[in-house]
Protein backbone atom coordinates (compact mmCIF):
# COMPACT_ATOMS: atom_id res chain seq x y z
CA UNK A 1 0.00 0.00 0.00
CA UNK A 2 1.53 3.55 -1.44
CA UNK A 3 0.67 5.44 1.84
CA UNK A 4 0.93 8.29 -0.25
CA UNK A 5 -2.26 7.76 -2.37
CA UNK A 6 -3.84 7.51 1.23
CA UNK A 7 -2.83 11.04 2.40
CA UNK A 8 -3.77 12.23 -0.87
CA UNK A 9 -7.08 10.88 -0.22
CA UNK A 10 -7.72 12.28 3.37
CA UNK A 11 -5.99 15.64 2.33
CA UNK A 12 -8.83 15.84 -1.20
CA UNK A 13 -11.36 14.43 1.35
CA UNK A 14 -10.36 17.20 4.77
CA UNK A 15 -8.11 19.26 3.08
CA UNK A 16 -4.46 19.86 3.92
CA UNK A 17 -2.12 20.80 6.47
CA UNK A 18 -1.82 20.29 10.23
CA UNK A 19 -0.67 16.93 12.17
CA UNK A 20 -1.81 14.88 10.56
CA UNK A 21 -0.93 10.92 11.10
CA UNK A 22 -1.25 7.35 9.79
CA UNK A 23 -1.42 4.37 11.97
CA UNK A 24 -1.36 0.40 10.55
CA UNK A 25 -3.11 -2.60 12.44
CA UNK A 26 -3.19 -6.47 10.69
CA UNK A 27 -6.00 -9.04 10.33
CA UNK A 28 -5.31 -12.01 11.91
CA UNK A 29 -5.10 -15.92 11.16
CA UNK A 30 -5.81 -18.48 13.67
CA UNK A 31 -3.75 -21.46 12.95
CA UNK A 32 -5.66 -23.61 15.60
CA UNK A 33 -7.53 -22.61 19.01
CA UNK A 34 -11.06 -22.21 18.25
CA UNK A 35 -13.54 -20.93 20.18
CA UNK A 36 -11.41 -21.20 23.43
CA UNK A 37 -10.70 -17.26 24.27
CA UNK A 38 -14.09 -17.08 25.79
CA UNK A 39 -13.40 -20.70 27.86
CA UNK A 40 -10.14 -19.40 29.42
CA UNK A 41 -8.05 -21.75 26.87
CA UNK A 42 -5.34 -21.59 24.56
CA UNK A 43 -5.32 -19.63 21.15
CA UNK A 44 -2.64 -19.58 18.68
CA UNK A 45 -3.25 -16.71 16.11
CA UNK A 46 -0.65 -14.70 13.90
CA UNK A 47 -0.78 -11.75 12.22
CA UNK A 48 -1.00 -11.09 8.61
CA UNK A 49 0.42 -8.34 6.02
CA UNK A 50 -2.91 -7.73 5.04
CA UNK A 51 -4.28 -4.96 7.40
CA UNK A 52 -6.51 -1.67 7.96
CA UNK A 53 -4.57 1.85 7.04
CA UNK A 54 -5.99 4.94 9.15
CA UNK A 55 -5.05 8.80 8.12
CA UNK A 56 -5.78 10.95 10.91
CA UNK A 57 -5.79 14.65 12.22
CA UNK A 58 -7.60 15.99 15.48
CA UNK A 59 -9.85 18.95 15.20
CA UNK A 60 -10.68 21.74 16.67
CA UNK A 61 -14.18 20.76 17.93
CA UNK A 62 -15.74 17.26 18.78
CA UNK A 63 -17.07 17.03 15.70
CA UNK A 64 -16.21 13.55 13.67
CA UNK A 65 -15.90 12.85 10.31
CA UNK A 66 -15.13 9.52 9.13
CA UNK A 67 -14.37 7.77 5.40
CA UNK A 68 -13.72 4.81 4.59
CA UNK A 69 -12.32 3.78 1.19
CA UNK A 70 -14.42 0.61 1.73
CA UNK A 71 -17.59 2.24 1.47
CA UNK A 72 -17.06 5.21 -0.90
CA UNK A 73 -20.57 4.86 -1.53
CA UNK A 74 -21.80 5.95 2.45
CA UNK A 75 -19.20 9.35 1.94
CA UNK A 76 -17.94 11.06 4.76
CA UNK A 77 -19.87 9.54 7.83
CA UNK A 78 -20.57 12.22 10.72
CA UNK A 79 -20.74 12.56 14.28
CA UNK A 80 -19.74 13.81 17.26
CA UNK A 81 -18.01 13.14 20.28
CA UNK A 82 -21.12 13.69 22.57
CA UNK A 83 -23.53 11.80 20.54
CA UNK A 84 -22.35 8.54 21.47
CA UNK A 85 -25.18 5.96 21.91
CA UNK A 86 -25.35 2.42 23.13
CA UNK A 87 -25.50 0.11 20.03
CA UNK A 88 -26.11 3.11 17.60
CA UNK A 89 -26.23 2.52 13.70
CA UNK A 90 -24.77 -0.24 11.97
CA UNK A 91 -22.10 0.35 9.50
CA UNK A 92 -18.45 0.21 9.55
CA UNK A 93 -18.32 3.16 11.84
CA UNK A 94 -19.50 1.81 15.15
CA UNK A 95 -16.43 -0.14 15.74
CA UNK A 96 -14.23 3.02 15.86
CA UNK A 97 -17.69 5.25 17.83
CA UNK A 98 -17.35 1.90 20.05
CA UNK A 99 -13.57 2.44 20.82
CA UNK A 100 -14.32 5.87 21.54
CA UNK A 101 -17.59 4.93 23.68
CA UNK A 102 -15.21 2.44 25.29
CA UNK A 103 -12.77 5.27 25.55
CA UNK A 104 -14.90 7.04 28.10
CA UNK A 105 -16.98 4.04 29.79
CA UNK A 106 -12.90 3.24 31.26
CA UNK A 107 -12.80 6.74 32.50
CA UNK A 108 -10.42 7.98 29.20
CA UNK A 109 -11.66 11.24 28.71
CA UNK A 110 -11.66 12.21 24.79
CA UNK A 111 -11.27 15.76 24.65
CA UNK A 112 -11.49 16.62 20.83
CA UNK A 113 -12.79 14.90 17.56
CA UNK A 114 -11.41 13.53 14.46
CA UNK A 115 -10.65 13.57 10.89
CA UNK A 116 -9.95 10.22 9.89
CA UNK A 117 -9.81 8.39 6.22
CA UNK A 118 -9.80 4.29 7.09
CA UNK A 119 -8.67 1.67 4.05
CA UNK A 120 -8.63 -2.02 5.13
CA UNK A 121 -7.39 -4.35 2.48
CA UNK A 122 -8.29 -7.41 4.51
CA UNK A 123 -11.74 -8.71 2.59
CA UNK A 124 -14.75 -7.76 5.18
CA UNK A 125 -16.94 -10.16 7.13
CA UNK A 126 -13.91 -12.93 6.23
CA UNK A 127 -13.43 -13.74 9.96
CA UNK A 128 -9.63 -12.39 9.22
CA UNK A 129 -10.84 -10.14 12.09
CA UNK A 130 -11.32 -6.54 9.62
CA UNK A 131 -13.60 -5.64 13.18
CA UNK A 132 -11.02 -6.06 15.47
CA UNK A 133 -8.06 -4.58 13.16
CA UNK A 134 -10.26 -1.31 13.64
CA UNK A 135 -11.01 -1.32 16.90
CA UNK A 136 -7.33 -1.68 17.74
CA UNK A 137 -6.36 0.99 15.31
CA UNK A 138 -8.97 3.42 16.21
CA UNK A 139 -7.38 2.87 19.80
CA UNK A 140 -4.02 3.30 18.86
CA UNK A 141 -4.59 6.26 17.07
CA UNK A 142 -6.49 7.77 20.10
CA UNK A 143 -3.78 6.50 22.51
CA UNK A 144 -1.34 8.57 20.25
CA UNK A 145 -3.16 11.87 19.77
CA UNK A 146 -5.22 12.66 22.24
CA UNK A 147 -4.09 15.06 24.95
CA UNK A 148 -6.54 15.29 28.11
CA UNK A 149 -5.50 16.29 31.19
CA UNK A 150 -4.80 13.41 32.55
CA UNK A 151 -2.22 12.87 29.82
CA UNK A 152 -0.42 15.95 31.02
CA UNK A 153 -0.53 15.04 34.56
CA UNK A 154 2.44 12.54 33.98
CA UNK A 155 1.72 11.34 37.35
CA UNK A 156 -1.54 9.95 36.45
CA UNK A 157 -1.90 5.89 36.37
CA UNK A 158 -5.25 6.44 34.17
CA UNK A 159 -3.76 8.34 31.70
CA UNK A 160 -4.47 7.39 28.37
CA UNK A 161 -0.35 7.47 27.16
CA UNK A 162 -0.11 4.52 29.75
CA UNK A 163 -2.06 2.54 28.07
CA UNK A 164 -0.49 -0.75 26.86
CA UNK A 165 -1.48 -2.55 23.32
CA UNK A 166 -2.37 -4.58 25.61
CA UNK A 167 -4.63 -2.41 27.37
CA UNK A 168 -6.00 -1.07 23.69
CA UNK A 169 -7.15 -4.90 22.81
CA UNK A 170 -9.24 -5.09 26.05
CA UNK A 171 -10.81 -2.05 25.57
CA UNK A 172 -11.58 -2.90 22.03
CA UNK A 173 -13.06 -6.39 23.51
CA UNK A 174 -15.22 -4.42 25.56
CA UNK A 175 -16.44 -2.04 22.61
CA UNK A 176 -17.13 -5.12 20.72
CA UNK A 177 -19.33 -6.60 23.47
CA UNK A 178 -20.86 -3.97 24.60
CA UNK A 179 -21.36 -1.50 22.27
CA UNK A 180 -21.76 -3.98 18.72
CA UNK A 181 -22.97 -6.57 20.93
CA UNK A 182 -20.69 -9.52 19.78
CA UNK A 183 -19.53 -11.74 23.06
CA UNK A 184 -16.34 -11.83 21.29
CA UNK A 185 -13.42 -13.27 23.78
CA UNK A 186 -9.87 -11.39 23.34
CA UNK A 187 -8.16 -13.34 20.61
CA UNK A 188 -8.66 -11.09 17.82
CA UNK A 189 -7.97 -7.73 19.63
CA UNK A 190 -5.14 -9.18 21.54
CA UNK A 191 -3.30 -10.88 18.22
CA UNK A 192 -3.78 -7.60 16.29
CA UNK A 193 -2.51 -5.91 18.73
CA UNK A 194 0.79 -7.53 19.32
CA UNK A 195 1.20 -10.09 16.49
CA UNK A 196 5.23 -9.85 15.62
CA UNK A 197 6.60 -10.62 11.79
CA UNK A 198 7.10 -14.27 11.37
CA UNK A 199 5.56 -15.11 15.01
CA UNK A 200 2.33 -16.72 15.74
CA UNK A 201 1.37 -15.81 19.42
CA UNK A 202 0.46 -18.42 22.00
CA UNK A 203 -2.09 -16.88 24.14
CA UNK A 204 -3.19 -18.00 27.21
CA UNK A 205 -6.41 -16.46 27.28
CA UNK A 206 -7.32 -17.04 31.16
CA UNK A 207 -4.25 -15.05 32.24
CA UNK A 208 -3.48 -12.92 28.85
CA UNK A 209 0.21 -14.76 29.25
CA UNK A 210 1.88 -15.19 26.22
CA UNK A 211 4.75 -16.20 24.33
CA UNK A 212 5.72 -15.67 20.10
CA UNK A 213 6.19 -18.60 18.35
CA UNK A 214 7.91 -18.74 15.08
CA UNK A 215 6.02 -19.92 12.28
CA UNK A 216 8.59 -22.13 10.92
CA UNK A 217 7.14 -24.45 7.98
CA UNK A 218 10.15 -24.70 5.81
CA UNK A 219 9.11 -25.25 2.30
CA UNK A 220 5.22 -24.72 3.15
CA UNK A 221 3.61 -21.69 3.52
CA UNK A 222 0.12 -20.75 4.66
CA UNK A 223 -2.56 -20.10 2.34
CA UNK A 224 -6.26 -18.69 3.92
CA UNK A 225 -9.39 -19.71 1.30
CA UNK A 226 -12.11 -17.33 1.50
CA UNK A 227 -15.40 -18.92 0.73
CA UNK A 228 -16.95 -15.90 0.37
CA UNK A 229 -20.17 -16.84 2.37
CA UNK A 230 -21.14 -13.85 4.33
CA UNK A 231 -21.42 -14.50 8.22
CA UNK A 232 -24.51 -12.90 8.12
CA UNK A 233 -26.22 -15.23 10.97
CA UNK A 234 -22.51 -15.36 12.72
CA UNK A 235 -23.06 -12.55 15.31
CA UNK A 236 -26.68 -14.33 16.89
CA UNK A 237 -25.03 -18.16 16.73
CA UNK A 238 -21.98 -16.81 18.18
CA UNK A 239 -23.73 -15.43 21.09
CA UNK A 240 -25.45 -18.87 21.42
CA UNK A 241 -22.41 -21.24 21.67
CA UNK A 242 -21.10 -18.99 24.25
CA UNK A 243 -24.22 -18.99 26.15
CA UNK A 244 -24.20 -22.50 25.54
CA UNK A 245 -20.35 -23.20 27.29
CA UNK A 246 -21.97 -21.52 29.69
CA UNK A 247 -24.62 -23.86 30.61
CA UNK A 248 -22.08 -26.82 30.23
CA UNK A 249 -19.75 -25.09 32.93
CA UNK A 250 -22.31 -24.84 35.70
CA UNK A 251 -23.21 -28.33 34.54
CA UNK A 252 -19.64 -29.63 35.38
CA UNK A 253 -18.70 -27.56 38.06
CA UNK A 254 -21.11 -29.69 40.33
CA UNK A 255 -18.45 -32.08 39.89
CA UNK A 256 -15.54 -30.53 39.89
CA UNK A 257 -13.98 -26.98 41.01
CA UNK A 258 -13.15 -24.91 37.85
CA UNK A 259 -14.07 -21.27 36.99
CA UNK A 260 -13.81 -21.95 32.94
CA UNK A 261 -14.16 -24.89 30.77
CA UNK A 262 -10.42 -24.87 29.49
CA UNK A 263 -9.08 -25.31 33.59
CA UNK A 264 -10.39 -29.13 32.71
CA UNK A 265 -8.06 -31.59 31.05
CA UNK A 266 -9.44 -33.96 28.70
CA UNK A 267 -9.08 -36.72 31.49
CA UNK A 268 -11.20 -34.50 33.78
CA UNK A 269 -13.48 -33.83 31.44
CA UNK A 270 -14.00 -37.73 30.62
CA UNK A 271 -14.31 -38.37 34.23
CA UNK A 272 -17.30 -36.34 35.32
CA UNK A 273 -18.61 -35.39 31.45
CA UNK A 274 -21.88 -37.66 32.36
CA UNK A 275 -23.32 -34.90 34.97
CA UNK A 276 -24.21 -33.17 31.02
CA UNK A 277 -27.31 -35.07 29.85
CA UNK A 278 -28.03 -33.06 27.01
CA UNK A 279 -26.15 -34.03 24.31
CA UNK A 280 -25.73 -30.49 22.31
CA UNK A 281 -24.34 -29.15 25.60
CA UNK A 282 -21.69 -31.88 25.97
CA UNK A 283 -20.59 -31.73 22.50
CA UNK A 284 -20.05 -28.20 22.61
CA UNK A 285 -17.84 -29.03 25.86
CA UNK A 286 -16.11 -32.01 24.27
CA UNK A 287 -14.76 -29.53 21.33
CA UNK A 288 -13.92 -26.67 24.04
CA UNK A 289 -11.87 -29.13 26.22
CA UNK A 290 -10.32 -31.10 23.27
CA UNK A 291 -9.50 -28.02 21.14
CA UNK A 292 -7.68 -26.44 24.06
CA UNK A 293 -5.79 -29.65 24.78
CA UNK A 294 -4.96 -29.80 20.64
CA UNK A 295 -3.72 -26.33 20.71
CA UNK A 296 -1.16 -27.05 23.55
CA UNK A 297 0.22 -30.02 21.20
CA UNK A 298 0.48 -28.23 18.27
CA UNK A 299 2.57 -25.55 19.79
CA UNK A 300 4.84 -27.91 20.94
CA UNK A 301 4.91 -29.88 17.08
CA UNK A 302 5.48 -26.70 15.35
CA UNK A 303 8.36 -26.21 17.83
CA UNK A 304 9.56 -29.16 17.40
CA UNK A 305 9.27 -28.98 13.30
CA UNK A 306 7.19 -31.50 12.81
CA UNK A 307 4.70 -29.98 10.85
CA UNK A 308 2.93 -33.63 10.22
CA UNK A 309 1.79 -33.45 13.15
CA UNK A 310 0.92 -30.03 13.43
CA UNK A 311 -1.33 -30.26 10.35
CA UNK A 312 -2.96 -33.27 11.89
CA UNK A 313 -4.28 -31.46 15.00
CA UNK A 314 -5.46 -28.92 12.02
CA UNK A 315 -7.45 -31.59 10.96
CA UNK A 316 -8.98 -32.64 13.94
CA UNK A 317 -9.72 -29.29 15.15
CA UNK A 318 -11.48 -29.16 11.77
CA UNK A 319 -13.89 -32.49 12.53
CA UNK A 320 -14.75 -31.13 15.89
CA UNK A 321 -15.86 -27.64 14.80
CA UNK A 322 -18.55 -29.61 12.44
CA UNK A 323 -19.56 -32.03 14.29
CA UNK A 324 -19.52 -30.98 18.03
CA UNK A 325 -19.19 -26.98 17.79
CA UNK A 326 -21.08 -27.20 14.74
CA UNK A 327 -20.03 -23.75 13.26
CA UNK A 328 -18.70 -24.34 9.81
CA UNK A 329 -21.53 -25.02 7.18
CA UNK A 330 -21.25 -27.11 3.90
CA UNK A 331 -18.95 -23.79 2.50
CA UNK A 332 -16.04 -24.79 4.63
CA UNK A 333 -16.51 -28.10 5.50
CA UNK A 334 -15.95 -28.37 1.45
CA UNK A 335 -12.93 -26.30 1.11
CA UNK A 336 -11.26 -28.40 3.83
CA UNK A 337 -12.48 -31.61 2.14
CA UNK A 338 -10.79 -30.40 -1.05
CA UNK A 339 -7.72 -29.27 0.81
CA UNK A 340 -7.28 -32.05 2.28
CA UNK A 341 -7.03 -34.32 -1.01
CA UNK A 342 -4.58 -31.95 -2.67
CA UNK A 343 -0.64 -32.81 -2.70
CA UNK A 344 1.48 -31.06 -0.58
CA UNK A 345 -1.36 -30.35 2.29
CA UNK A 346 -0.41 -30.88 5.61
CA UNK A 347 -3.20 -29.88 7.09
CA UNK A 348 -6.78 -27.57 6.87
CA UNK A 349 -9.14 -26.48 9.06
CA UNK A 350 -11.40 -23.21 9.22
CA UNK A 351 -10.47 -20.62 10.95
CA UNK A 352 -12.04 -17.56 13.06
CA UNK A 353 -15.70 -17.88 14.29
CA UNK A 354 -17.05 -19.65 11.33
CA UNK A 355 -20.54 -20.13 9.47
CA UNK A 356 -18.53 -18.57 6.19
CA UNK A 357 -15.45 -16.88 6.25
CA UNK A 358 -12.35 -18.50 5.91
CA UNK A 359 -10.47 -21.56 5.96
CA UNK A 360 -6.35 -21.93 6.53
CA UNK A 361 -4.31 -24.32 5.30
CA UNK A 362 -0.80 -25.47 5.24
CA UNK A 363 0.24 -26.02 1.94
CA UNK A 364 3.97 -27.28 0.29
CA UNK A 365 5.27 -24.30 -1.95
CA UNK A 366 5.39 -26.00 -5.33
CA UNK A 367 1.84 -27.40 -5.17
CA UNK A 368 0.18 -23.81 -4.07
CA UNK A 369 -1.15 -23.42 -7.83
CA UNK A 370 -2.40 -26.69 -7.85
CA UNK A 371 -4.11 -26.40 -4.77
CA UNK A 372 -5.82 -22.98 -6.00
CA UNK A 373 -6.90 -24.41 -9.17
CA UNK A 374 -7.99 -27.42 -7.49
CA UNK A 375 -9.89 -26.10 -4.76
CA UNK A 376 -11.31 -23.31 -6.25
CA UNK A 377 -12.50 -25.66 -9.69
CA UNK A 378 -14.44 -28.12 -7.39
CA UNK A 379 -15.48 -24.72 -4.69
CA UNK A 380 -17.09 -23.25 -7.62
CA UNK A 381 -18.80 -26.22 -9.73
CA UNK A 382 -20.57 -26.96 -5.96
CA UNK A 383 -21.33 -23.73 -4.40
CA UNK A 384 -22.15 -22.06 -7.40
CA UNK A 385 -19.81 -19.21 -7.03
CA UNK A 386 -15.93 -18.37 -6.71
CA UNK A 387 -13.38 -18.90 -3.45
CA UNK A 388 -10.40 -16.50 -2.95
CA UNK A 389 -6.95 -17.66 -2.07
CA UNK A 390 -4.56 -15.75 -0.05
CA UNK A 391 -1.21 -16.77 0.38
CA UNK A 392 -0.32 -15.00 3.85
CA UNK A 393 2.32 -13.33 4.84
CA UNK A 394 2.60 -13.28 8.70
CA UNK A 395 2.82 -9.54 10.04
CA UNK A 396 3.78 -6.92 12.75
CA UNK A 397 0.76 -6.08 14.90
CA UNK A 398 -0.20 -2.25 15.48
CA UNK A 399 1.92 0.22 14.86
CA UNK A 400 2.00 3.78 13.35
CA UNK A 401 3.51 4.55 9.48
CA UNK A 402 5.23 6.59 8.65
CA UNK A 403 3.74 9.60 6.25
CA UNK A 404 6.96 11.49 5.93
CA UNK A 405 8.53 9.42 3.28
CA UNK A 406 7.47 10.62 -0.10
CA UNK A 407 6.19 7.09 -1.28
CA UNK A 408 5.98 4.00 1.06
CA UNK A 409 5.24 0.58 -0.16
CA UNK A 410 4.59 -2.10 2.43
CA UNK A 411 1.83 -5.07 1.56
C1 LIG B 1 -14.25 -14.75 16.71
C2 LIG B 1 -14.13 -14.04 18.04
C3 LIG B 1 -12.95 -14.59 18.85
C4 LIG B 1 -12.99 -16.11 18.94
C5 LIG B 1 -13.24 -16.74 17.57
C6 LIG B 1 -13.47 -18.23 17.64
O1 LIG B 1 -13.16 -14.47 15.89
O2 LIG B 1 -13.98 -12.66 17.86
O3 LIG B 1 -12.95 -14.00 20.12
O4 LIG B 1 -13.95 -16.54 19.86
O5 LIG B 1 -14.34 -16.15 16.90
O6 LIG B 1 -12.32 -18.87 18.07
Redesign the pocket.
Known sequence: MNHNNLLNEFESKFGNGGDIRGYFTPGRV?LIG?????NGGYVFPCGLTMGTYMIARKRADRKLNMYSMNFEKKGVVQSSLDEFMQGSEKNWTMYSKGVMWAFEEKGYQLDLGYDFLVYGNIPNGS?L?SS?SLEVLTGIMLKDMNTTKSIENKNDVNGIQNLSLQDIALIGQFAENKYVGVN?????QFAVAMAKKDQAIFLDTNNLSFKYVPVKLGNHKIVISSSNKKRSLADSK?NERRSECEKALVLLQTKKDVSCLCELTVADFNEIKDVIEDDVLLRRAKHTIYENERTKNAVTALENNNIEEFGNLMKDSHRSLRDDFEVTGIELDLLVEEAVKCEGVVGSRMT??GFGGCTVSIVRDDCIDSFIEQVGRVYEEKIGYCADFYVAGVGDGAHKIDLEEAAHYDE
Not at 34 to 38: A, I, L, P, V
Not at 184 to 188: A, V
Open positions: NEYTDFGSACGIMDYGA
